[in-house]
């Protein structure tokens, strides 16, 4: 029997960068410790009075259908919330409630794209972009950015692809880079979507872990209300990975449509889950803080580790939980450097070719395991790294 176009391609075919990840499993099944530096999985679980609520929420009784849209009480902390963050009138209608950032973007997508639209979506990214908006029918169209301009997608590339183009997928703080959009990219990135009338889709589920820099949502900036989309989750900023909790911020129109779409696919987020993430929201920035500081931590060890050479050299990481590394001076590409790390110290990190073309000799670290553990892991590979260059030089 013959399978839809739309769901076989939704891998793209080819090697997806993430063998070295498929290795690193394969060693830990085979009983060889791994120091994993590669998902971006909390090195800690959701906070127990969040769990708590979770629990005392179930078995209080909320276990039955919720309403599709979320719960309104949910809806109105969400849209409170983003209203004192970024100062833009927010209210419970521009509020859907999703199982998680990731089906927050397909449905984003999913409102704007018909097929064989073009969907633009900056690289590096993160790694399922592309097979999102494969999955809704576009034609993913990568804005390849420059490690000489720090990953900041520029003007000329932006506008070199938008004619013609439906929607833009951007994500600041970004993973895989670590780094924040700034004033100058973000007015680019306005003028291009004005200019050639593209639907935004932002990505904020790293706001939470700004390091350095201010995190603006494009929502706030003139003329983008009517066409951002904004993604976000409590999967990063309150460790509900598992909980497959987040949202989409738009206008009430765009939500209304989403509305269907979740009516014919998740039929809303359990109950109990609503309720843990209401009580979390209403403990305000301290639990947040909390589950951020200890990448605040390791990002200052990083940068006191990699001080003293010029081998290893950090992307400017103002926020989210990962470090990305230039490692061209060693002489070898990112998944050369990954695999020839694992094989000589089980220290596993993800290449940069991981997340498109345009972090190629780089790799990323998630700091994602105990200060002294990740601390000894990162000494590890500038030793190894400055022991290639030396070698190769
Ligand atoms: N966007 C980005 C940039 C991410 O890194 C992730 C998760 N790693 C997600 C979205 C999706 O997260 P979730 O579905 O858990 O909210």
Known sequence: MKLSHRITQITGGGSDGW???????????????????????????????????????????????????GALDLRRAVAARIQSRTGVATTADNILITPGGQAGLFAAHHAVIDDGDTALFIDPYYATYPGTLRAVGAVPKPVVTRAEDNFQPQAAALNALAPGAKSLLINTPNNPTGVIYDAQTLGNIVQTCTDHDLWLISDEVYDTQVWDGTHITPRSLPGMLERTIVVNSMSKSHAMTGSRIGWICAPAEVIRHIF?????????????????????????????????????????ISLDLLKDQNVVKPVPAQGAMYMMLDIRATGMQGEEFAFALLAAHHVAVMPGESFGTAAAGHIRIAMTVADDEYAAALRTLIAFANDRAAANA
């Open 19 to 69: 063998d070295v990840f498929y290795k690193a499993k394969q060693m830990i099944a085979d009983g060889v410790p791994v120091l994993e530096l590669t998902q971006g999985e909390h090195d800690i679980g959701t906070a127990r009075p969040i769990l708590d609520a979770m629990h005392d929420a179930a078995t209080g009784g909320n276990t039955g259908y919720s309403p599709v849209q």
């Open 260 to 300: 269907n779409l979740a009516n014919t696919t998740t039929y809303g987020v359990s109950g109990y889950i609503q309720d843990a993430a209401l009580f979390a929201l209403g403990q305000g920035a301290g639990p947040e803080e909390r589950v951020a500081a200890p990448f605040r931590r390791r990002r200052a």
